[in-house]
């Protein structure tokens, strides 16, 4: 009797969970969107928002940033996302010359509470890493692709944190209710399968390989019966 095929092989064991990825998962790369909300481009009127590379300002009022690296557990959805770029806000029409930085987001899921953090710089001031966004999980969607090579987080709400607000306040005089929302994102996040994944589909298509060489030579000799049986 012929050994079930490689392919055949693989999914069997893909669906009887023969293969199980580690916890965390290296992030590859992806995209986050952030959609500016109509509140909050009134309350930056008077201002000017420039990017910093690799960033995109879009007009229809919405940030693309791009995703480089991090740490996520795409079933608990537990880690950190780090985007590179970010934007430059000035508000020189309003006869301020400083301008605050905003870089190098990263979306952390480590505590009870998310948070987006940044590397915040004043002039030529750089205040350091500082919680900047709060993403919201009221009508956050979650999408997981079937084999594990990405996640999606979609529609979370984005409103400022403390620390951002006083910072507006501090430097650009913008009064900014907590309960204003900033945007809503959607994230794509690419993952790098985990090793110990890698090396069960090896061990796989090893022992898929090895059915196959047995099938032919079970071949051959039914093949050689038959002439004799002639």
């Known amino acids: 009797m012929k050994k079930i095929s490689g392919a055949i092989l693989i999914i069997c064991c893909l669906i009887s969970g023969g293969i199980q990825a580690s916890t965390l998962l290296q992030v590859k790369n992806g995209k986050s969107i952030v959609r500016l909300t109509e509140e909050f481009k009134e309350v930056l009127r008077d ?5 910093i590379k690799q960033t995109v300002i879009r007009g229809n009022g919405s940030l693309d940033f791009k995703i480089v690296g991090g740490v996520l557990d795409p079933n608990e959805v537990i880690g950190e996302v780090s985007h590179n770029g970010g934007i430059i806000l000035s508000c020189e029409s309003t006869g301020i010359d400083s301008v605050i930085s905003v870089q190098n987001l990263t979306l952390e899921l480590l505590g009870e509470s998310p948070v987006i953090t940044a590397v915040v710089t004043v002039d030529d001031t750089v205040e350091g890493r500082l919680p900047f966004l709060i993403p919201g999980v009221d009508q956050l969607k979650v999408q997981r692709s079937k084999g594990g090579g990405f996640i999606k987080l979609l529609n979370a709400g984005l409103t400022l944190h403390p620390e951002a607000i006083s910072l507006l306040m501090d430097v650009f005089g913008i009064s ?3 309960d204003v929302y900033v945007g809503r994102s959607w994230s794509r996040i690419n993952l790098w399968k985990s090793q110990e994944q890698k090396d069960d589909l090896d061990e ?14 079970e071949d051959d000799d039914d093949e050689e019966d038959d002439e004799k049986d002639d």
Do not use: F, M, S, Y
Request: aromatic share 0%.
């Open 176 to 178: 900014v209710a907590e």
């Open 204 to 217: 796989l298509e090893k022992e898929a390989k090895e059915n196959k060489e047995t099938e032919k030579e």
């Open 47 to 51: 201002c000017k928002l420039d990017r």
